[in-house]
């Protein structure tokens, strides 16, 4: 802020050209976006390193929901917004104890409680960073289902926003397409059969139905990536998104 008040100043007088100032402008707004970027990496990273133990998921999600997001019509605005939600969802889950988090067998009553704070959890870290706070959406709703059955809020149809209604199908396309520590993974028609199935009550009927059309061409792209390949096309993907 110091920087930026004496370089105003400078201007006014007339003992910086107007150019240099422009120019430094933009290179200390750059040098921000980058550092709120590795903010989020480090962030995300520590969440699904505990849960998934590998950073494939996020990259996976991220990419798809920027895709899909803006085949839905979402703006370059919109689409970065998204894509911090996606890259943070589960960052909620850094508060959730190992034992809940890691435990192989289906969750208790009461542990299930606890385990559906995590996205409530998020959205207390995120809380006070302001260049997150258009990533909260995402990370506070996308557990909530089309019928009300979700959570926490347990919001309906169009009262939840309309990225966590775009990145809810994503990241439960990715979960069945994955093979995980308890489960192999689902082939691409019986996955759309289970996605399908839940439209109207898990997922807005309009975004899955959109979704079908598009799903075999996003699954083409990263379901035989590794994941040192995932994270550069998810880098690509982000300097066309923001531009660094």
Not at 128 to 142: G, N, R, S, T
């Amino acid at each position: 802020m110091l920087l930026e008040t004496t370089l105003l100043i400078s201007v006014a007088s007339g003992t910086v050209p107007t150019v240099f100032w422009g120019q430094e402008w933009a290179r200390r707004r750059t040098m921000e976006l980058e550092y709120n970027i590795r903010i989020a990496q480090s962030l995300g990273h520590a969440a699904t390193l505990r849960d998934h133990e590998t950073g494939a998921h996020n990259f996976r999600v991220t990419y798809l929901a920027s895709l899909f997001g803006e085949s839905c019509g979402l703006n370059k605005k919109e689409i970065r917004s998204l894509m911090k939600g996606a890259f943070l969802h589960d960052v909620g889950k850094i508060g959730i104890p190992d034992k809940i988090l890691l435990k192989q067998a289906a969750l208790d009553q009461d542990e299930w409680a606890v385990m559906r704070e995590h996205p409530v959890m998020g959205e207390k870290l995120l809380a006070d960073m302001p260049w997150f706070q258009d990533a909260i959406p995402v990370v506070l709703h996308h557990h909530e289902r089309y019928d009300g059955s979700g959570y926490p809020a347990g919001l309906t149809g169009e009262a939840i926003p309309v990225m966590a209604r775009i990145f809810a199908v994503i990241d439960v396309f990715d979960a069945l397409l994955a093979a995980r520590s308890y489960k192999t993974a689902f082939a691409l028609p019986q996955t759309l059969g289970i996605l399908e199935k839940e439209s109207g009550s898990h997922f807005d009927p309009e975004i899955i139905e959109r979704f079908m059309q598009l799903a075999p061409n996003l699954a083409e792209q990263v379901v035989e990536r590794t994941e040192p390949e995932l994270k550069v096309l998810l880098e690509e993907r982000r300097r066309e998104i923001f531009g660094v």
